[in-house]
């Protein structure tokens, strides 16, 4: 690649919203280097890469190894999520410390890495994908909620810290999303007659449906863009107007 071509690095990218956010940068342009704890489907532009977000020790590594195939790092998005059902008597601390582990400290020390590298750089732009979770709880969701709560809050914190560099970090949390993040304990939610009747017939979900990847992908490929030069430490909610509706 070019020393003038954007490189993005996407986690969680074999399937779901990491999917859709590294086929749409590849085809905004971007070098993306997919990264995941499970295999990447090839793609052309799309640099495989394994990674465990929550190994900490193999962020350097990963950026390295992306800067000298592609070229400098210019955006990161962090997406790689996982959810396990714990109500708060059945609470186990290998699943909270998982958990916390992938969808927090992993993503916040990777945006360090690479924060630090676009701050010396003088740019650079941070997606963090949280949920709906971080701000409205629901049953058997202590873990993710916090997870997702306390990364975003780092977004804010990130966006201060590297804003004086030109590095704008924003958080993107969205609502349902028709994901395999979707299927708890075998059972998809939203084929299940609670979400029909809740969300659909009595209106709590304005738009009657759950996004597609690729719609959480459009609002992520703005903010990452040549386009967004002064939106930083904000929450964008992609929700299809779920937290606005009784």
């Not at 630090?116 to 049953?139: D, K, P, Y």
């Not at 914190?157 to 609502?175: R, T």
Request: proline residues 4%; contains cysteine; hydrophobic residues 45%.
């Amino acid at each position: 690649m070019g020393s003038g071509t954007a490189v993005a690095v996407v986690t969680g990218a074999a399937n779901g919203i990491g999917a859709a956010v590294a086929l749409r940068l590849r085809d905004d342009g971007f070098a993306v280097a997919a990264a995941d704890i499970e295999p990447v489907k090839p793609a052309d532009g799309i640099l495989p890469c394994t990674l465990d977000v929550a190994d900490i020790d193999e962020h350097d590594r990963l950026l390295d190894r992306v800067e000298s195939e592609l070229g400098p790092v210019t955006a990161l998005v962090n997406v790689a999520g996982m959810f396990v059902a714990e109500r708060l008597e059945q609470l186990t601390l290998p699943a909270w410390r998982r958990q916390h582990a992938v969808m927090l400290e992993g993503p916040v020390w990777l945006a360090r890495a690479a924060g630090l590298r676009m701050a010396a750089r003088g740019s650079g732009r941070i997606v963090n994908v949280t949920s709906v979770h971080a701000s409205n709880g629901e049953l058997a969701s202590i873990a993710y909620d916090t997870a997702k709560a306390g990364l975003e809050a780092a977004s804010r914190s990130l966006a201060i810290e590297l804003g004086p560099s030109g590095v704008l970090v924003n958080s993107v949390a969205p609502g349902f999303t028709r994901t395999r993040m979707s299927v708890v304990d075998g059972a998809d939610e939203l084929e299940s007659e609670w979400f029909r009747q809740i969300y659909l017939e009595h209106g709590r979900l304005p738009l009657r449906r759950a996004a597609e990847p690729n719609e959480i992908a459009a609002t992520i490929s703005y903010l990452v863009s040549p386009g967004n030069t002064y939106l930083t430490g904000q929450r964008i909610v992609v929700d299809g107007g779920l937290l606005v509706a009784f």
